[in-house]
């Protein structure tokens, strides 16, 4: 088993999946990112971990463009020195293109996170040698305006497939990876965790969201999740 095989078969699972309004499109940069992906879980997936971080789900202006979970271009590209073809989805809704490593666009979210990892470990190397990063979910939903959905605002009976499918997937990259924390970005992320993982070893927690559409994160969200992370008993000087 290996990250990259957890992830074709987590694309594979969910391509039978179908969702109703307020879904109006999908999007699953595991089939058409495949190979930037790839790059990041076999250079950076490396066991053991000593903490996991683990995201909600893609954002239009990262990981929908790069495959990578909080994917912001210039982190993926220049950071972590990863750059692959990028091809279309199954369906493309016109307000929100795909243009890969072309795409102009920056994601807030993959900002911070990425900038705090680089602030405090310096090189992509040293941080991916004690951390991973992760999403829950790998599909990204979009309403008719192409507003994003995240998979909370799901239908229960869609919402159970979906959720079962990725909650397997999380407990094998998990048991691949052998962390002594998972920690959840996001309370949604921290939830499916607790319940994903129940009855496995990492002690689970979890830190704020990054997004702008949180007002705690605009108040300096590299400090605070430093601090939250301190909390659950990660220092983050490397070693």
């Known amino acids: 088993m290996t990250l990259n095989r957890i992830a074709v078969d987590l694309s594979n699972e969910l391509q039978a999946l179908r969702f109703g309004p307020p879904v109006a499109q999908v999007y699953n940069p595991l089939e058409y990112a495949a190979e ?43 950071w972590m020195e990863i750059k692959a073809p990028v091809g279309q989805p199954r369906q493309l809704h016109p307000r929100r293109p795909v243009l890969g490593f072309d795409c102009t666009r920056r ?7 990425w900038g705090w990892a680089r602030k405090n470990f ?17 599909l990204m939903f979009m ?36 962390p002594a924390h998972v920690v959840g970005i996001g309370q949604f992320a921290a939830q499916r965790a607790r319940i994903a993982l129940e009855g496995l070893p990492p002690k689970i927690g979890g830190i704020t969201h990054p997004s702008p559409a949180n007002p705690k994160a605009n108040r300096g969200w590299e400090s605070l999740a430093t601090l939250e992370l301190a909390a659950l008993g990660i220092r983050l000087e490397p070693v």
């Open 143 to 178: 309403g008719d305006s192409g507003a994003n959905l995240t998979p909370d605002k799901l239908k229960t009976a869609e919402a159970r497939q979906l959720f079962a499918a990725c909650d397997h997937a999380l407990r094998r990259t998990i048991t691949y990876l052998k």
């Open 122 to 138: 310096v090189t992509a190397e040293l941080f991916f040698r004690r951390f991973f990063v992760a999403n829950y979910c790998p």
């Open 36 to 78: 930037p992906h790839r790059q990041y879980v076999l250079r950076f997936g490396k066991r053991p971990k000593e903490t996991v971080l683990v995201g909600m789900n893609p954002g239009p202006w990262g990981m929908a463009q790069t495959g990578i979970p909080f994917g912001e271009i210039s982190a993926v590209r220049d």
């Open 107 to 113: 994601e807030v979210s993959g900002q911070r996170l």
